[in-house]
């Protein structure tokens, strides 16, 4: 049961490319969510999802994309990277939104750096 | 909206001491409140949470957490702290009803000192 996956788990980017990071869940969980962690500002929610095939924007969506095409993949894209980009980037998974017994699991975080 | 004030960015505490975070929050709602702890390089973990009942909550690794309505506060806390204490910790409310994900305070450092 290895929980919430991400990958890469480093990357480095030139200012202007694009790529997508990856997050994957094994525990059947309708929700998921993406964050960016940067120093002095906590976790930041980019964008979520409550259920498969829907998708929400969160508090610092720009310069982001988004797809749930699967119950347990949550990728998050980067059209065009720019150095305000350069953060660490968590996965996390939960029941539901709205359950009461809710917690959500973390990923181990992707750092990516943009120059 | 709900919103979540920590309000120390760092605490240092010598080992063995005891130790309070503090969180306050916001909402005109009722919430489920937790804390959250990151150990370096790691993923977020779930602490303890409170959900209803007992406004005084156990978690892991010796924390617990007491719940005050009143002065809409959830601070945390430990009567003695080993050296792997060392950590971020983040508390969070999610309301009771709704469709809106966690909201997360900006986390307090706590470096323990040998």
């Known amino acids: 049961n290895a929980g919430v996956t991400q990958t890469p788990k480093f990357q480095v980017l030139k200012t202007g490319q694009s790529m997508t990071l990856q997050c994957a869940q094994d525990?059947?969980?309708?929700?998921m969510y993406w964050y960016r962690q940067d120093p002095g500002m906590g976790l930041r929610l980019i964008y979520y999802?409550?259920?498969?095939?829907?998708?929400d924007k969160g508090e610092v969506p720009d310069g982001y994309n988004v797809s749930r095409l699967k119950k347990q993949n949550f990728l998050l894209g980067l059209e065009s990277a720019a150095p305000s980009q350069t953060s660490v980037y968590f996965c996390?998974?939960?029941?539901?939104?709205?359950?009461?017994?809710?917690?959500?699991?973390f990923g181990p975080g992707t750092r990516l750096t943009v120059t | 909206a709900q919103s979540v004030t920590q309000l120390d960015s760092q605490v240092p505490v010598f080992e063995e001491a005891p130790v309070e975070l503090r969180c306050n929050y916001s909402s005109s709602v009722s919430v489920y409140l937790f804390w959250y702890v990151q150990y370096p390089n790691q993923g977020l973990q779930l602490l303890l949470k409170y959900l209803s009942g007992s406004t005084l909550v156990k978690g892991i690794n010796g924390f617990e957490a007491e719940f005050n309505k009143s002065q809409t506060s959830f601070h945390l806390r430990k009567p003695s702290v080993h050296i792997s204490d060392t950590a971020e910790y983040f508390c969070a409310v999610i309301p009771f009803s709704g469709n809106t994900p966690l909201v997360f305070g900006k986390g307090t450092r706590l470096s323990v000192i040998a």
């Open positions: 999802s409550a259920s498969e095939g829907t998708t």
């Open positions: 525990m059947n969980h309708n929700s």
């Open positions: 996390a998974s939960s029941s539901s939104l709205t359950s009461a017994s809710y917690e959500q699991y």
